[in-house]
């Protein structure tokens, strides 16, 4: 089985940063399956529907939602089957529920952290 655990989430004032981190894990195939595939940041506001933040594939390519280009950038290190997110220039409607996902279709997903972004 695949585990995404994320970490780093908490709360912020407007302009600050955090960085979020998902390590993933898997035994055997597992592991490989990991690094052959693409791996995203999505988010949840109360509310609001889940949204596709920023996404990078095993070859380090990488996309984001125009909400935050300029602001976060998306990165992993594949030796390490650990993904990141780094927030600069946080805003209050950045608040929100992050969860980290695998796969093409995000085909597995964390338990989330929560970003909370308020003076």
């Known amino acids: 089985q695949v585990q995404l655990v994320e970490s780093g989430g908490g709360l912020v004032q407007p302009g600050g940063s955090l960085r979020l981190s998902c390590a993933a894990s898997g035994s055997g195939f597992i592991s490989g399956f990991i690094r052959l595939n693409n791996m995203g940041w999505y988010r949840q506001a109360p509310g609001k529907q889940r949204e596709l933040v920023a996404s990078i594939t095993s070859g380090g390519l990488t996309n984001y939602a125009d909400s935050v280009k300029g602001r976060f950038t998306i990165s992993r290190d594949v030796a390490k089957n650990t993904m990141y997110l780094q927030m600069n220039s946080l805003k209050p409607e950045d608040t929100a529920v992050y969860y980290c996902?695998?796969?093409?279709?995000?085909?597995?997903w964390g338990q989330g952290t929560q970003v909370t972004v308020s003076s």
């Open positions: 996902t695998l796969g093409a279709l995000a085909d597995y």
